[in-house]
T-cell receptor, first 109, second 111 residues
Framework: KQEVTQIPAALSVPEGENLVLNCSFT??????LQWFRQDPGKGLTSLLL?????REQTSGRLNASLDKSSGRSTLYIAASQPGDSATYLC????????FGDGTTLTVKP | DGGITQSPKYLFRKEGQNVTLSCEQN?????MYWYRQDPGQGLRLIYY???????QKGDIAEGYSVSREKKESFPLTVTSAQKNPTAFYLC??????????FGQGTRLTVV
């Protein structure tokens, strides 16, 4: 059974810092991995999708990497802003998606 | 605009009552999913459907039922058999194991 772990569970940083969120999974037989953002009481917004054949994807200040063989993905956020404060979830898709519990990020002005 | 619409946003259920959550998509996606989210936790899969008139149980299907009579609609019924239904429910759709899109969720509370 696929298990997805996100570390850390919570992270607080001052504005302007670069930061890395981690996601690990136990079964490398996946179609893709997707990073989402969730604001309190809201649905999930897709940030980046990495197909199993890809190593990384970039969108603006966000960069996600995938190392399928080691079962790891990272989400790098450059020059963090208070508006980045949210919970970040990764989901591993092997026919159906398995989600981590998320990392709650707080960026202090 | 294309997207997924969940309704209602808030729903209150009395003990012993069945309630139905709506999920509609106009993205022409074949696959649709229902997830449950409890505070501080990730999403757990309740039911999913890869095609019209077909659906499968997810990890926590007990106490829930679904139907998929139309491609754009995937309603979820929370039955009286679900003993702890208070949670945030999210619907998603995708096409061919690509990017998944989510609705804004329904918060269900037992009163």
């Amino acid at each position: 059974k696929q298990e997805v772990t996100q570390i850390p569970a919570a992270l607080s940083v001052p504005e302007g810092e670069n930061l890395v969120l981690n996601c690990s999974f136990t079964d490398s037989a996946i179609y893709n991995l997707q990073w989402f953002r969730q604001d309190p009481g809201k649905g999930l917004t897709s940030l980046l999708l990495i197909q199993s054949s890809q190593r990384e994807q970039t969108s603006g200040r966000l960069n996600a990497s995938l190392d399928k063989s080691s079962g790891r993905s990272t989400l790098y956020i450059a020059a963090s802003q208070p508006g980045d404060s949210a919970t970040y979830l990764c989901a591993v898709n092997a026919g159906k998606s398995t989600f981590g519990d998320g990392t709650t990020l707080t960026v202090k002005p | 605009d294309g997207g997924i619409t969940q309704s209602p946003k808030y729903l209150f259920r009395k003990e012993g009552q069945n309630v139905t959550l709506s999920c509609e998509q106009n993205l022409n996606h074949d696959a649709m999913y229902w997830y449950r989210q409890d505070p501080g936790q990730g999403l757990r899969l309740i039911y999913y459907s890869q095609i019209v008139n077909d659906f499968q149980k997810g990890d926590i299907a007990e106490g829930y039922s679904v139907s998929r009579e139309k491609k754009e609609s995937f309603p979820l019924t929370v039955t009286s058999a679900q003993k702890n239904p208070t949670a945030f429910y999210l619907c998603a759709s995708e096409e061919g194991n690509t990017e998944a899109f989510f609705g804004q969720g329904t918060r269900l509370t037992v009163v």
